[in-house]
């Protein structure tokens, strides 16, 4: 009964959170957001933990009735972990009132608000890194562009670092919770909540892979200050307190206004509260999120060594190791949405396409090699498909044109033909992969391609002239 009122209680934290979240507009009071949202999401975190910690016996039974099976002669005995129960079972009538009960229904009830508890403490996780985690970064990045100096640049590269490191700390440990759940549930209920926690993390993943392998490290190599998971985050919270001091030394003082006498049995008017200038509301902001520690005490070992998380593999998350992670993070978000054509699966389509464009271009950047060429057309190709899954023409033509380059490049400068006063079929072939290319982008987009189609055309007909005496050994 406690556990499903502190259930009850998270849900409500949660539904106030949501609501506060999406009725403060940008710009109101100059505070990433509102400081009543991060209070309710954080109560709701704490509610649910204390379900977890009276559910924690619940881990260890299966819902499954202890009867024997067909063909066995012993009961069933009761299995570790979580399993999907046959029937939905309704848990605000699954417990007596007395609180006797046949010991079944008890194990299917408690099983089910455990179940629920970890759907709603990752979706409060997903929460507390869209509306408080990311705008405080945000904040932080847009004020110390404006006012640090070029000798600032090598720690404002370490604190950014401890801040997605500590995003990547929240969101697996969200991960945690939903790895409880059976793979049913996630699927059928929730889909929704893996398919953000997908993105998130690719987002965090793309932007640790920004910093080169040599800058990682020096952050999280053995002398770094994230080199450590508990070390990261005690480096990311003093550098938040210190830049909220900042903050609050920049605020007016507060004019001091005598209050007015109210008149004999009359209710005196308060007048409303007026708004937190920008400074102060930053500051707050930036203090509450340095109270927030994701090494919470309950699944500290799991998320100690969580895929992101852990400190063995925190060199892999940088450089070019890192953006193939994150490519693979949006891939599975993309298989989630399954083709869907909703706005968070067109953001999805929209992300993977880029990341496949710049990965093709540094690709091309590398050194030439046997199979440089097929890797780049493979990164492109990929980013064309999710251009036209995203339903942007547009950006899909350029994609095509970027394509057409590169084969009408490698059927120009390559290393057959010219050399030997000839014609060869690899650099017809590329030239006809261009053109082909050239006409699908004109197709797409009328804007574009059309240019890039005739000359394409026309520099294979002046090829096919100069060496006209190949052709029909090339045919």
């Known amino acids: 009964v406690y556990a499903m009122g502190a259930l009850r209680l998270a849900q409500l934290c949660i539904s106030a959170a949501l609501e506060g979240a999406r009725s403060s507009t940008a710009g109101e009071s100059g505070a990433p957001f509102k400081e009543e949202v991060l209070v309710l999401l954080r109560e709701a975190l704490q509610q649910l933990e204390g379900a977890f910690s009276v559910l924690a016996p619940w881990y260890f039974f299966d819902v499954t009735p202890d009867v024997s099976s067909p063909g066995d002669g012993e009961p069933r005995s009761p299995q570790m972990g979580p399993s999907e129960p046959s029937v939905e079972l309704e848990t605000t009538n699954a417990v007596p009132p007395d609180g006797r009960g046949d010991t079944f229904a008890d194990r299917r009830a408690g099983m089910e608000i455990l179940r629920q508890a970890h759907a709603a403490y990752a979706e409060t996780i997903i929460h507390l890194v869209k509306y408080c985690v990311v705008p405080v970064h945000v904040a932080w990045v847009s004020h110390g562009n404006r006012e640090a100096g070029p000798q600032d640049v090598p720690r404002r590269k370490r604190v950014s670092v401890a801040l997605l490191l500590v995003r990547l700390f929240w ?49 999280v190599g053995e002398r770094g200050p994230c080199r450590e998971g508990r070390s990261v985050v005690r480096y990311a919270a003093s550098n938040l307190r210190e830049w909220a001091q900042q903050q609050r030394q920049k605020c007016p003082q507060p004019k001091v206004v005598p209050k007015p006498k109210a008149r004999r049995n009359r209710k005196a008017k308060q007048a409303p509260a007026e708004p937190l200038p920008a400074e102060a509301a930053l500051a707050a902001a930036a203090e509450r999120m340095a109270g927030l520690d994701p090494f919470r005490g309950l699944w500290d070992t799991k998320l100690a060594h969580a895929q992101y998380a852990s400190d063995g593999r925190r060199p892999s998350l940088f450089g070019s190791s890192g953006r193939s992670e994150s490519l693979v993070v949006f891939e599975r978000a993309a298989r989630l949405h399954g083709g869907a054509t909703t706005e968070a699966a067109v953001t999805v389509y929209r992300k993977l396409a880029h990341l496949y464009n710049e990965a093709g271009a540094e690709k091309l950047m590398q050194p030439n090699s046997s199979g440089r060429i097929a890797a780049v057309e493979g990164f492109l190709v990929k980013a064309y498909h999710y251009m036209t899954q995203a339903q942007d023409h547009e950006n899909a033509s350029r994609v095509l044109l970027n394509l057409a380059k590169l084969f009408l490049d490698e059927a120009t400068v390559s290393s057959e033909g010219f050399a030997h006063s000839e014609f060869t079929h690899h650099q017809y072939s590329m030239y006809r992969k261009g053109i082909a290319c050239t006409e699908r982008a004109a197709k797409l987009n009328s804007d574009l391609g059309k240019r890039e189609h005739a000359m394409a055309q026309l520099k294979l007909g002046v090829h096919l002239m100069q060496f006209a005496r190949h052709q029909e050994r090339i045919a």
């Open 171 to 219: 969101l697996s440990r969200a991960q945690i919770s939903l790895g409880h759940l059976p793979d049913t549930k996630r699927k059928r209920e929730c889909g929704n909540l893996e398919q953000s926690l997908l993105e998130m993390t690719g987002d965090a993943l793309f932007a640790l892979s920004c910093f080169t392998d040599k800058e990682a490290e020096e952050l």
